[in-house]
């Protein structure tokens, strides 16, 4: 069974450009969550979806940032235009909609914004 | 509000020598205590959990974690440090469902010396 996939595993860009972030969860798992480490800092949580509503979107930082899930499949997490401070790695981490508190998680996507 | 405190940043080991990181939680409910592992390239890899029962649980790769209510404290422990070991470890707190996020600390980062 094929993991937590995220693209692109790596992405530099200038300020003011537009990035988007690809997770597609494990077959059959409705939540699907986004968290974000800043260097040196805790993972925080972004956003969660279930299927393809968003749940909770209480940890996006600001308007810049746009999460979508339609069909309830992949998500993508789209930075618009990238600030300096929106560099980290994003994680993608997805669960079943009966399981435990338990995460699988993608290796995650960095950002680098210069 | 929910918390996880990893109070070290950053511990350096011999090889072979035992292991302790700490973390200290604060959670409202009955709390589902994990530990993650990132190593270098790779996603978070869930290393042990524990929601009731036995208050010392074993994980994957040798590791042990020893839930102590009283002190909102679940710590991490290996008796035998290998080099592969090198790695950040999240302790994270969160409810018995995969409806609600995750609560990270800030990682500890372990390094391991010959």
């Known amino acids: 069974e094929a993991g937590v996939t995220q693209f692109p595993s790596h992405s530099v860009i200038e300020k003011g450009q537009t990035v988007t972030l690809r997770c597609d969860p494990i077959s059959g798992h409705d939540n699907l969550y986004w968290y974000r480490r800043v260097m040196g800092k805790e993972i925080k949580f972004l956003l969660h979806?279930?299927?393809?509503?968003?749940?909770?979107e209480s940890g996006m930082p600001n308007n810049r940032f746009l999460a979508e899930r339609t069909g309830g499949t992949y998500s993508t997490l789209k930075v618009q235009p990238a600030e300096l401070e929106d560099s980290g790695v994003y994680f993608c981490a997805s669960t079943p909609l009966d399981g435990t508190g338990e995460l699988f998680f993608g290796e995650g996507s960095r950002l680098t914004v210069l | 509000a929910q918390s996880v405190t990893q109070p070290d940043i950053h511990i350096t080991v011999s090889e072979g020598a035992s292991l302790e990181l700490r973390c200290n939680y604060s959670y409202g409910a009955t709390p589902y205590l994990f530990w993650y592992v990132q190593s270098p390239g790779q996603g978070l890899q869930l290393l042990l959990k524990?929601?009731?029962?036995?208050?010392l649980v074993q994980g994957i790769k040798g590791f042990e974690a020893e839930f102590k209510r009283s002190q909102s404290s679940f710590n991490l422990r290996k008796p035998s440090v290998h080099w592969s070991d090198a790695a950040e470890y999240f302790c994270?707190?969160?409810?018995?469902?995969?409806?609600?996020?995750?609560?990270f600390g800030k990682g500890t980062r372990l390094s391991v010396i010959a």
């Open positions: 994270a707190v969160g409810p018995y469902s995969g409806n609600t996020p995750l609560v």
């Open positions: 524990y929601f009731s029962g036995d208050t």
């Open positions: 979806f279930v299927k393809e509503s968003k749940q909770d």
